[in-house]
Nanobody, 115 residues
Framework: QVQLVESGGGLVQPGGSLRLSCAASGGIVSIYRMGWYRQAPGNERELVTDIFSGDKTRYADSVKGRFTISRDNAKNTVYLQMNSLKPEDTAVYFC?????????WGQGTQVTVSS
């Protein structure tokens, strides 16, 4: 059974930075896509960014220029570097991956941007 384990969330002041990690494990043959979604209270879950096996990336307009996704294929791990954080970035961040043609979710990690 594939598992996605996230880490790196926390509390940060506006303008600060955080780095999230998501490691996939469990009999993986191939990973087509890994990405990050977020969900704030009262809002729907939204795509933040994703990266495909050919290293194509996509970003939500709200995070372009501030967030960077990267991937370590040897470790089956995806990273999200978040800079210039704003209070509106506060949400639970979920890792998502398409592994061996199946869709998986992590348990989520809280990111809070507040002074």
């Amino acid at each position: 059974q594939v598992q996605l384990v996230e880490s790196g969330g926390g509390l940060v002041q506006p303008g600060g930075s955080l780095r999230l990690s998501c490691a996939a494990s469990g009999g993986i043959v191939s990973i087509y896509r890994m990405g990050w979604y977020r969900q704030a209270p009262g809002n729907e879950r939204e795509l933040v960014t994703d990266i495909f096996s050919g290293d194509k990336t996509r970003y939500a307009d709200s995070v372009k220029g501030r967030f960077t996704i990267s991937r370590d294929n040897a470790k089956n791990t995806v990273y999200l570097q978040m800079n210039s954080l704003k209070p509106e970035d506060t949400a639970v961040y979920f890792c998502n991956a398409i592994v061996d043609q199946r869709n998986y979710w992590g348990q989520g990690t809280q990111v809070t941007v507040s002074s």
